[in-house]
């Protein structure tokens, strides 16, 4: 058996992946850094509460901006900083796991910029969703989640676009989003249902979409789909 001495003992991660990826970790250590005492930070009410207050996006806040034209301004961040705090460690974890492993096949499929983009995207479509499609929702929204079903909505669009090429039947690309939806549901059926599934679903949909925007053939396979409606 051959064996390549020369190969990482990693499979190589696309840079991009990790700009999004590490801050995500960072602030999980620095939670556990300062919870066993190596980080003093946060005061009395303890770093990860500190950050929940900090980063986590609040519906009613984005409704009042919404009514006031975008005002206070400084709160608009809140939209992007909510994948960064999560509820524990297992959470942070099973989020980060999901994230790298998705964002490793989508980052080598589509160019640093695009993967920006469909990460951008459903983070913020997430922040939506959430936002405002629940009238009178007050519970605040953290964690990566639904940038990670943005990243599953763009590994279902390249195996569409792989089934498609090879003229088979494109409905089996949505097996993984029809796995997740139906985890969700025995979830909640043990555990109790809460609204993060909308701004879950909020980031599969948009992942999908924008990548017939943002691949390298995407846009050209949307426009020949049209063309044949």
């Given amino acids: 058996m051959d064996t390549d001495h020369n190969a990482p003992p990693l499979n190589p991660v696309p840079w991009i992946v990790w700009v999004f990826f590490l801050p ?3 602030v ?4 556990q850094l ?3 005492g190596l980080m003093h930070a946060g005061g009395d009410m303890g770093l990860r ?3 929940f207050q900090k980063l986590a996006l609040i519906p009613e806040v984005l409704r009042r901006e919404w009514e006031t034209g975008g005002h206070p301004v400084e709160e608009l961040y809140r939209v992007l900083s909510y994948p960064l705090v999560h509820a524990g460690f297992s959470d942070t974890l099973f ?12 980052g080598e499929a589509f160019s640093p910029l695009g993967f920006a983009v469909i990460v951008l995207a459903s983070t913020i479509a997430g922040a939506l969703a959430y936002g405002f499609l629940v009238p009178e929702l007050k519970s605040s ?21 792989d089934l498609d090429r090879e003229g088979d039947n494109r409905l089996w690309a949505f097996r993984m989003i029809g796995f997740m ?10 555990f109790g249902t809460n609204w993060t599934w909308i701004a879950e679903l909020a980031g599969c949909v948009t992942g999908f979409g924008f990548s017939f925007a943002v691949s390298p053939v995407g846009f050209r ?3 020949n789909w049209l063309r044949h409606r």
């Fill in 24 to 26: 995500i970790v960072g």
């Fill in 28 to 31: 999980e250590l620095a939670v």
């Fill in 34 to 36: 300062q919870s066993v």
């Fill in 49 to 51: 509460q500190a950050m």
């Fill in 95 to 106: 989020a980060a796991v999901l994230f790298l492993a998705l964002g490793k096949k989508v």
């Fill in 141 to 161: 929204l953290i964690g990566a989640y639904p940038t990670v079903y943005g990243l599953i909505g763009a590994l279902t669009y390249l195996l569409y676009a």
């Fill in 181 to 190: 939806l139906g985890a969700q549901l025995i979830y909640a059926a043990i």
């Fill in 221 to 223: 396979q949307l426009r």
